[in-house]
T-cell receptor, first 112, second 111 residues
Framework: EAGVAQSPRYKIIEKRQSVAFWCNPI?????LYWYQQILGQGPKLLIQ????????DSQLPKDRFSAERLKGVDSTLKIQPAKLEDSAVYLC??????????FGPGTRLTVT | GENVEQHPSTLSVQEGDSAVIKCTYS??????FPWYKQELGKRPQLIID?????GEKKDQRIAVTLNKTAKHFSLHITETQPEDSAVYFC??????????FGPGTRLSVLP
């Protein structure tokens, strides 16, 4: 079974620029999550999708972050404009049910 | 929202010894209790989980115990090996709420 795929793996941008991350979940997994993990901390949930509907986005900074999951499969997370404090690893996870989560390799974002 | 704490924040053990990490949570309605392992530069991986109707679950050298009354659950690793060195996260969950990960415990297994 193929795992969760994410791209790019690394990204360096300047503050105020925009960036987008892509995630392809495990086939058949209805639930998809985006997390932000700052160095030395636990993952923080940004948004949760069930199929192509948003279940929870209470911790998503909506003035600069947006996410979508078209056709209930792939998802993109966008930051515009980026700030220095957005430097982190962005993790995508999927699950067949909102319990066991399988994480992708993550995208390491550096904002300079 | 859920408040999650882990103790200790760092733990060093000799190879072959046992390690125990405790996770305390605030939401009494939580009903799913997983532990994740994250090696340096890698993704978090689910290593063991337990549901609220079970008090203990074991998988080879790792086990999880749950005390719902006291609102804590623990990860037990026996016969530790150098490859167990990692950061361990708990993430107690109440269906309908969002996942909240603990701050992590860094385990170092010394050869």
């Amino acid at each position: 079974e193929a795992g969760v795929a994410q791209s790019p793996r690394y990204k360096i941008i300047e503050k105020r620029q925009s960036v987008a991350f892509w995630c392809n979940p495990i086939s058949g997994h209805a639930t998809l999550y985006w997390y932000q993990q700052i160095l030395g901390q636990g993952p923080k949930l940004l948004i949760q999708f069930q199929n192509n509907g948003v279940v929870d986005d209470s911790q998503l900074p909506k003035d600069r972050f947006s996410a979508e999951r078209l056709k209930g499969v792939d998802s993109t997370l966008k930051i515009q404009p980026a700030k220095l404090e957005d430097s982190a690893v962005y993790l995508c996870a999927s699950s067949p049910w909102p319990y066991e989560q399988y994480f992708g390799p993550g995208t390491r974002l550096t904002v300079t | 929202g859920e408040n999650v704490e882990q103790h200790p924040s760092t733990l060093s053990v000799q190879e072959g010894d046992s390690a125990v990490i405790k996770c305390t949570y605030s939401d009494s309605a939580s009903n799913y209790f997983p532990w994740y392992k994250q090696e340096l530069g890698k993704r978090p991986q689910l290593i063991i989980d337990i549901r609220s109707n079970v008090g203990e679950k074991k998988d080879q050298r790792i086990a999880v115990t749950l005390n719902k009354t006291a609102k804590h659950f623990s990860l037990h690793i026996t016969e530790t090996q150098p490859e167990d060195s990692a950061v361990y996260f708990c993430a107690p969950y109440n269906y309908g709420q969002n996942f909240v990960f603990g701050p992590g415990t860094r385990l170092s297994v010394l050869p």
